[in-house]
């Protein structure tokens, strides 16, 4: 599979490798982290969640990893599918008390045939 | 369950006019947030409305305001509009009772202001 360090703006994978996808987050005391998949004209979908309290969480082809000391998350994704090409962005939730989501920049992924 | 809907899809509006944007959230979502995401700026937050109150703003001048309704609906509204302000505007419905949980999208509002 392809995996990246840092967060890069693009990635291309061939289908069927599996893809990482970083995010550094800014804040020490954000609490809960979603990752959204959003597809050309069509708004943020949810993907994923973890909460700081979990260093990792699988669904059905992702998984979440979450790293409090150096404030990084990842996505993995799979077997990436064609249907997987699209801009993947991290959010988080502070922990004070606030209702917003912060999102990072985003990355796009090209599923390659 | 039917998602979030926003309406009108697409507006093109002319510069220093106004325009007003809707909602609606989930049924039996109580939160409405706001985002306004551009290519150079990304996604950024405007406002959170729960129960008809403002709980949260984000850093945009007040020609940007919002409300919400007894149904939990919202509207925002952007006055004066500036070339500046062309953006997908989307609206994020969820419980609200518990924060930071099931942020919900709906496909966003394109404005573009000639």
């Known amino acids: 599979g392809e995996s990246v360090g840092l967060h890069l703006p693009t990635l291309s994978v061939q289908e069927g490798d599996n893809s990482i996808i970083n995010c550094a987050y800014s804040?020490?005391?954000?609490?809960?982290f979603i990752w959204y998949k959003q597809e050309s004209g069509k708004g943020p979908q949810f993907i994923i969640d973890?909460?700081?309290?979990?260093d990792k969480r699988q669904g059905q082809r992702v998984t979440v990893l979450l790293n409090k000391t150096v404030k990084h998350l990842s996505l993995q994704i799979a077997a990436t599918q064609p249907g997987d090409s699209a801009v993947y962005f991290c959010?988080?939730?502070?922990?004070?008390?606030?209702?917003?989501?912060?999102f990072g920049a985003g990355t796009t992924v090209t599923v390659r045939a | 369950k039917a998602g979030v809907t926003q309406t009108p899809r697409y507006l093109i509006k002319t510069r220093g006019q106004q325009v007003t944007l809707s909602c609606s959230p989930i049924?039996?979502?109580?939160?409405v947030s706001w985002y306004q995401q551009t290519p150079g700026q990304g996604l950024q937050f405007l406002f959170e409305?729960?129960?008809?109150?403002?709980?949260n703003k984000g850093n945009f001048p007040g020609r940007f305001s919002g409300r919400q309704f007894s149904n939990s609906r919202s509207e925002m509204n952007v006055s004066t509009l500036e070339l500046g302000d062309s953006a997908l505007y989307l609206c994020?419905?969820?419980?609200?009772?518990?924060?930071?949980?099931?942020?919900?999208f709906g496909s966003g509002t394109r404005l573009t202001v000639v």
């Open positions: 994020a419905s969820s419980p609200g009772d518990t924060r930071g949980y099931g942020y919900t």
């Open positions: 804040n020490s005391a954000s609490d809960y």
């Open positions: 973890i909460r700081s309290n979990m």
């Open positions: 959010a988080e939730n502070f922990s004070s008390n606030d209702y917003k989501l912060s």
């Open positions: 049924s039996g979502h109580r939160s």
């Open positions: 409305y729960f129960s008809e109150t403002q709980r």
